[in-house]
């Protein structure tokens, strides 16, 4: 494996051994050994062996903050699309609002967006989302932009490290969804700046040295200077 590049694994490749690591996402186990179900790349950590998709769809988990579109405003809730196989359903009863009975369009609407939860997910990977808590809201202004779910741990980075270059130097409000989407608000010309720095995570994501790539770049691209 090159230097510059985090290890890409194959399905049914063996990743180690049951009496040393507990099989995670993107894995299976045989006769107590891990092997890799999909194309993706491997994390390790103290506990966990994870393989992430390079591509696809984002796979809800419980407690996954998101950022959702309405799809349809129902008697007593919403459709709401998380980026996922199917859509999520939020209830009446999971909004910050007193909602009457017919009345969801007054409230949200097809297209609009929101920050939400996902507050459950069964068996059949039904969802259900939640609005009930003062950090989750309908969001107005800023932009929204589509990644990769896979490469939204990258974009954060370790203990916040990424999202917070791209805080510090562009000077926005920015919002990084489990799901795969990004709201960022703040003058236009450090959106735009912003976005470049995401796209360019994105694409070099498996890259080491990648966080002193995207300092370089957002100093030489943006306004704010170092005190």
């Known amino acids: 494996m090159s230097q510059s590049e985090r290890e890409i694994v194959i399905p049914s490749q063996y990743l180690g051994e049951c009496d040393q690591f507990k099989s995670g996402r993107g894995t299976f186990i045989e006769n107590g050994k891990i092997y890799s179900q999909i194309i993706g790349i491997l994390q390790r950590n103290e506990k966990y062996l994870n393989v992430i998709s390079l591509k696809g769809k984002y796979d809800a988990v419980t407690g996954d903050t998101v950022i959702g579109i309405i799809d349809a405003a129902m008697s007593s809730s919403w459709l709401v699309n998380i980026n996922a196989p199917y859509p999520a359903l939020l209830h009446v009863n999971e909004v910050p609002w007193r909602v009457e009975f017919n009345e969801t369009d007054k409230y949200l609407n097809s297209g609009d967006t929101i920050m939400t939860v996902v507050s459950s997910v069964d068996m059949e990977k039904k969802l259900q989302v939640s609005m009930k808590d003062r950090n989750l809201f309908k969001i107005k202004g800023g932009t929204i932009i589509d990644v990769e779910p896979s490469k939204i741990p990258r974009i954060i980075g370790k203990k916040g490290s990424m999202i917070q270059l791209l805080k510090k130097y562009t000077q926005c ?50 306004d704010l200077k170092e005190v």
């Open 173 to 222: 409000r920015i919002f990084v969804g489990k799901n795969g989407r990004i709201w960022i608000d703040g003058k236009q010309d450090m959106i735009g700046k912003a976005i470049q720095a995401i796209k360019l995570i994105e694409k070099e994501s498996i890259s080491f040295g990648l966080t002193d790539k995207i300092e370089d770049f957002l100093k030489h691209n943006s």
